[in-house]
């Protein structure tokens, strides 16, 4: 019997190598996790069929010892925005809901020569809209701690799939804090990492500018590993950058608060309780802790969505119904656009498609797109001259632990105010992380919590630094 609550990366690596169980165990292991479990959590929109006869290919490699990583034979859920060939890819909605990729994206490509094993694809917020995985078209995932509440958004599939155990590590994508928020409603890591140091080609687009494939795992340790796989220069996504490097370590890091995050609107008392301990223990592990400012934080929410839905608008447009996904026959063709977008797309698609349109408009273009992007380089600007004086900045990763489902869908600005502190390092571009920091008790059940560090560009070096001797303490 393989203990999955416990296992990691490095532990499952090693019992595989030295013969515990074989990876069909490991994988059958988890098979057996989701039949138990996930007819409750709904992480998952498919379990694929070929799963043992992948996690065979592993353990041939293993016998044979051809080209075995550290992810050989590792079981990882992927998100249903990221293409694996010849595999259904709908991006949660029913304009792709029969779509078939056709060709691997770089990261699957990766995982692909790794030896990973993928389990399947997990659900998610349409389109990566949204912030609680309610917005799927095939219904929302619960919170494995508690099934009345979301796990968060829109990588909520991914993180409820590690957090419920039933797979070892997931790959997400963060365009707002979709990787990082879910991660904190669950309890689990995620790693947003620097705009293009993991390549975005055969990514669904939501915002291009903003879109970054991202880790999530039970520890730091777990999310590096995936991460160190994934990263690096790819000739086909020109926005990627290099492989950072990783080993440098400062014996001593400074860790500053923005003043001006602490003084949200709407952040939970039991969230900055948690956030005041943390700050704490970072001083006892010998951190230095100063406040900072930022001033053009408060203006990134505006900023993230006045930008987003003007390129959700332009990413969107190729969903036709005429070259690929859903097709509704109209009297001509553009009634065919109609009938088809209109029955492809969930409500709030719809929503951030007509804002776009709108913000993209003649006449409007300058008044709103141009004057975001001039705050856009001013907040990235603040971020700059803070990271001159401290390596790392600390605040709670969501104003709230995870809130009942149903409860805030009605309200999209109300659900937009979830991404109040992760939507800043989109906006920048630099990494960040969302690591456990402790639970509160709410009607009986135990929520997680979590905070955020974020660093410079290209710097993850200091999260995974700083994450892990917040993690180990």
Known sequence: MIDTKSLTIRKAHDALVKGEYTCVDLATAYLENI???DANIHAYLEVYSDVLEQAKMADERIKNKDNVTLLTGIPISVKDNILIKGRIVSSASKMLENYHAT???????????????????????????????????????????????????????????????????????????SIRQPSSFCGVVGLKPTY????????????????????????LEDVKIVFDFISGRDVMDST????PILNKEKTKLKIG????????????????????ESVE??????????EISLPNINYSLAVYYTLIPAEISSNLARFDGVKYGLQQDGENMVDDYFKSRQAG????????????????????????????????????????????DVDLILTPT?????????????????????????????LAGIPAVSIPSGFTEIAGKKLPLGVQLMSAHSNEAVLFQAGTDFENQ
């Open 35 to 37: 039949k138990k479990f």
């Open 103 to 177: 060709y691997d994206s770089t990261v699957i490509k990766k995982l692909k020569e790794a030896g990973a094993v993928f389990l399947g694809r997990t659900n998610m917020d349409e389109f990566a809209m949204g912030g609680s995985t309610e917005n799927s078209a095939f219904g929302p995932t619960h919170n494995p701690h508690d099934l009345s509440r979301v796990p968060g958004g829109t990588s909520g599939g991914a993180a409820a799939s590690v957090a419920g155990d039933m797979a070892l590590v997931a790959i997400g994508s963060d365009t707002g804090g």
């Open 345 to 388: 797309f969930g409500k709030e698609v719809t929503r951030r498609i007509i804002l776009g349109t709108y913000i993209l408009s003649s006449g409007y273009y300058d008044a709103y797109y141009n004057k975001a992007n001039i705050v856009r380089d001013l907040i990235r600007d603040d971020f700059k001259k803070v990271f001159q």
């Open 398 to 426: 969501a104003p709230s632990p995870a809130f009942k489902i149903g409860e805030k869908i009605s309200d999209p600005l109300t659900l937009y105010l979830e991404d109040i502190f992760t939507v800043p390092a989109n």
């Open 257 to 276: 608060i923005p003043k001006e995050s602490m003084k949200v609107d709407g952040l939970d008392k039991v969230v900055l309780k948690n956030f005041t």
């Open 196 to 219: 293009g140091a993991v390549s975005r080609y055969g990514l669904m687009p939501m915002g291009s500018s903003f879109d970054q494939i991202s880790p999530c795992g039970k520890t």
């Open 281 to 290: 223990k970072f001083k006892k592990l010998g951190y230095e802790v100063k």
């Open 240 to 243: 990627s950058i290099e492989k």
